[in-house]
Each structure stands twice: as C-alpha cells, then as structure tokens.
C-alpha cells in the first residue's frame, strides 16, 4: 500500500514554491532513502555525526529497498549519500540489488549536508538513560524540536567534526550541535541540486533521519510545529515524480503496516516506560 499526497514547487534560484496538484502519478525520478537500522539505533543511542555502521537487520533493510525499487521498476542514475558509513553502506547493499553494468553508470555523489543532525553533548548517550535524568519533555524537544538545540559539545572534543579528517577539506564552521533550523538551513543547496538533477535523471537520495525531514520541510511546505510529529522510518523508499518544475509525491513503497510500525518505533525510543 503506498501513502498518497501530491506536491508542486516551482524553482527559482533557492526559493522553492509549493502549491498542491490534484493529479496523481507513478513516475518515480526521485527517492528518498533512511539508511537502515544503525549498530546505535539497535542500542537506542544518539548517533548524530558519529560514524557507525549498520546492524544486521539494517543490513537487510537496505537489501530489501534495493529490491523494493526493482519491483517499481526505478532505476537510479545518481546517487546522492552523506560522508557517513551507515548511509554509505545502505547505498552499497541497496545498489548491489541491481545488475552490475547499471551500477557501474551510476553517479556517486557524496555531501556533507546530507549527513544527520548534529546532536551535540548528547551524542553516545543511551536515550532511555537520558530520559530519566534530564525528563522525557527535555529530550523530546532536543529531539523533536525545530528551533531547540541540544547541548553543545566543546571544540577540540572527541566529537568535534574539525578532528575528523573526512572533514579537513571543508571550509566553513562545522557544527558543534544543531537544530533542525539549522538542518534546513545545510542542505538547502544540495535539495537545490538535487531537484534540477531530477529533472532529467533518475536520483537516488540514501541520508538520514532529519536530513531527510529538513528537505521534506521544504518541499512539502511542512510547518515549524507539523515537523516535530514527521518520523521517516528506516529502509523505506518514499518517492516522488518530477516533471516541468512540478513535484509529485507519490509516497512511501512499502508495507504500510511495517511502515506504521516502523514509525511508532522512533517514537518510543526516549519513552521510559519502553525500559517496563
């Protein structure tokens, strides 16, 4: 079963203007892809800009969306994932899905934007433990939030991305914790490039949790209060249609049950009553 919406923006420069069409299409040339299941997602972690890789299930999340974009005869031309190995990874095993000589044609684009949020000192922390000291309102707006940051961690720590060589190249202040404001505010350029490469190919986006809500906002027009409630489940491609400047959602492909499930997981995850 798949979620149906249909979305329009017209592109100018960076503004993205969105409008609602009542017409509904199966075209897919864009899709967008959670990394699966994460070694720290499995142990209810926050995993920011940490860099760890997929569990097993995660693993065959990643599988099974290769396989899912098979059935739905997709066939990506780019590929756009963050600098992290979860959403790496999820790339690989998805793409592996595919007969080599496509793979071999596709175009791997890395970007620094697409990586998670940013979560600051709460970073390596066990989200169920952090409930419990701090209360489970605190961490749910650290989490959920638009505007909240959550504790910075202190420059030159271990988390800082400056003591990362992937990022040694970059040269612009790299965060210390982030919002989801500021998510927005990051991937803005890459959606652009993203949305004018969909008009002729087929892309292929494997990010993250709010990577992907921070471009959802913007194209989909979501409000500062409507996107604290917007979970995007793990291994689930959600599609879209793009055709003369115009957006079509065509939604999740996928069981919605498992989709549903999926969803109900992320919100349970600083619940200390799951610990019961």
């Known amino acids: 079963m798949i979620k149906e919406g249909n979305i329009i923006f017209t592109i100018k420069n960076t503004d993205l203007k969105l409008l609602i069409d009542a017409k509904k299409s199966r075209f897919m040339n864009l899709v967008f892809v959670r990394h699966g ?21 995660g693993i065959q999340e990643a599988i099974k969306a290769g396989k899912t974009l098979i059935e739905n005869n997709f066939k990506p031309e780019i590929c756009f994932t963050s600098y992290l190995s979860r959403s790496i990874e999820t790339s690989n095993h998805l793409l592996n899905e595919y007969e ?33 000291k701090y209360g489970e309102k605190q961490v749910h707006e650290w989490r959920r939030g638009y505007k909240t940051k959550p504790p910075l961690i202190e420059k030159d720590s271990k988390f800082d991305p400056r003591q990362d060589e992937a990022y040694e190249d970059i040269d612009i202040a790299l965060p210390l914790g982030e919002s989801l404001e500021d998510v927005v505010a990051r991937v803005e350029s890459t959606l652009n490039e993203i949305i004018e490469l969909s008009e002729n190919k087929n892309v292929l986006v494997v990010a993250h949790g709010n990577s992907i809500r921070a471009m959802l906002k913007t194209i989909e027009n979501i409000s500062d209060d409507s996107i604290v409630e917007v979970n995007i489940p793990t291994g689930i491609p959600l599609a879209f249609n793009i055709n003369n400047d115009k957006i079509t959602k065509i939604g999740y492909l996928g069981d919605q049950e498992t989709i549903e499930e999926l969803e109900k997981e992320i919100e349970q995850q600083s619940k200390i009553e799951k610990d019961n």
């Open 100 to 132: 080599q000589a496509l793979v071999n044609e596709i175009n791997i684009i890395k970007r620094w934007q697409l990586n998670e949020r940013h979560y600051g000192a709460l970073q390596g922390l066990d989200k169920i433990d952090t409930a419990k």
């Open 37 to 57: 299941q994460s070694i720290w997602n499995l142990e209810n972690k926050f995993t920011g800009w940490v860099d760890v890789g997929l569990s097993d299930k």
